[in-house]
């Protein structure tokens, strides 16, 4: 597929993702919604990928839903919300979330509605200190959607949560790493560098632990603890089967740095 609305660079077993509409601070259209989705399956079926860096172009990262698109598609066939996110936002979530392999948001700038709800659902989040964040959904009477329900009171607690759901009020970087929302925030001019570095590391990590550790993450957070350590167990049984794992081992014992190749 050829991209309009996104740059997709791959270095070595790092792909970089840029959404790419950067005067509209990279507000989502169906087009960019699409390309994301094959952006990302097409990431989890390349073994040759091992870490996904996602960033916006300019000076945002994502303002959430296009809401021109969204009052022209409207005004063409009626408010038709739950139809058009289970179609797009979702499955994109979904994609990104259960994707076996670690995806890194690299936040330039602004993250609003969905756009919020696509950075948190990245593994590692770095901002750089002109990031913010906000629930805008409020200010235009809708409710959160893309996960935002699901994902923003598991990572910040609902009472911070439920203040930015009912708000809208613009959180900053620094507020965002106080409530655990981010993981660092870097100065602006590196956060490139800083995201290529720990991109780095992941592309030499052993992935399939990494996909293994997701999965049982994502297991744990809906099932009780006996359920998870099940679970887990089952994991394990396959991260122990890998060959990173038999060479994790090797290296230990031969008192040297491992060399993984994802597999
Ligand atoms: O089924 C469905 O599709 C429903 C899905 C809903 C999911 C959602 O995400 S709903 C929430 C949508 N997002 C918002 O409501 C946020 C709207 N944007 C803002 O509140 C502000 O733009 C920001 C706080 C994000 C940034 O403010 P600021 O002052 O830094 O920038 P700005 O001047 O407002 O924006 C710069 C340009 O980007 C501007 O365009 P212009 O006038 O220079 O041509 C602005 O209109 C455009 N822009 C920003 N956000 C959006 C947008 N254009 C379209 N859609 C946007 N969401």
Known sequence: MAYETILHEQSGGVL???MNRPDKLNAL???MLAELLDAF???????????????GAGRGFCPGAD?????DRIAGNGVDYGKHLRATFNPLIATMRSLPKPVIAAINGVAAGAGMS???ACDLKIAAESASFLQAF???????????????PRLIGTARAMEMFLTGRKVTAQEALAW????????????????SEIASQFAAAPTRAIGYTKQAIGYASIHTLEEAMEYEADMQDLAGRTADHAEG???FLEKRAPEFHGQ
């Open 16 to 18: 970089t993702i840029t």
């Open 29 to 31: 259209t169906d087009v």
């Open 41 to 55: 399956k097409g990431a989890g079926q390349d073994a040759s990928v091992r870490v996904v860096v996602l960033t």
């Open 67 to 71: 809401l021109s698109a969204v009052q």
């Open 118 to 120: 696509i950075a948190m």
């Open 138 to 152: 409020v200010k235009i009477g809708l409710v959160p959607d893309s996960g935002s329900t699901w994902m923003l």
């Open 180 to 195: 655990g929302l981010v993981n660092q925030v870097v100065p602006d001019n590196e956060l490139a560098k800083v995201a």
């Open 249 to 251: 081992l090797r290296a």
